[in-house]
């Protein structure tokens, strides 16, 4: 999306090599009227597969996942973060472990949110090695879900986490992909 990429190039910071803030206006600060045009192109692109429910992880995510549900005219479902193992059948749980932010948590999900008759669209607002998602997944895999599809706003198309999702048969699609960055410098990948 090229409104991205110019919005990446205008206000995004990468940091090092391998990290962008985009506080400015993901991350922090938040552009709702950029975000609502994002959300409808996660819309427009996944239009048509059935999509009955828009899940993603907090927090970061919701921004987008909503907009995105909002177009989709479908409920939004965040996917939380505890610290430990809750011990309560009504909850699916799966460890996930962020090479980013070198931390653990609990990914939870109440069961009665997701059902085997749901197709779920994944929304997140980064990309890196996948494992958010791959968490995503073994939760949506213990309720019976069918996956729809995985939508992201920024794909660091050098870290593994599209080649992950695409292994196990996930379709990714991504409003900017970077191929490439260091301090003051960002080149992007065609969109896919
Ligand atoms: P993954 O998200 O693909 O699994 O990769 P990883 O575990 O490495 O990333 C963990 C966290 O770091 C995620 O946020 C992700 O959004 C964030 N992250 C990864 N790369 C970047 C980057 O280049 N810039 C920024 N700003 N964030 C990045 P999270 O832990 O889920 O937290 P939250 O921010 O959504 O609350």
Sequence with gaps: MRELEEKILAEGRAVSEDILKVDSFINHQVEPALMKRMGEAFAAHFEGRGITKVVTIESSGITPALMTALA???PMII???QPSKILNDDLYQTVVTSYTKETSYELTLSKKYISENDHVLIIDDFLANGEAATGVLRLLRKAHATVAG???LIEKSFQ???????EQGIDVYALARIGKMSAGHIEFLPEK
Excluded at 160 to 166: D, S, T
């Design 150 to 152: 995985f939508g992201v």
């Design 72 to 74: 989709l005219d479908v």
């Design 160 to 166: 593994p986490g599209r080649a992950k999702l695409e």
């Design 79 to 81: 996917f939380k973060k």
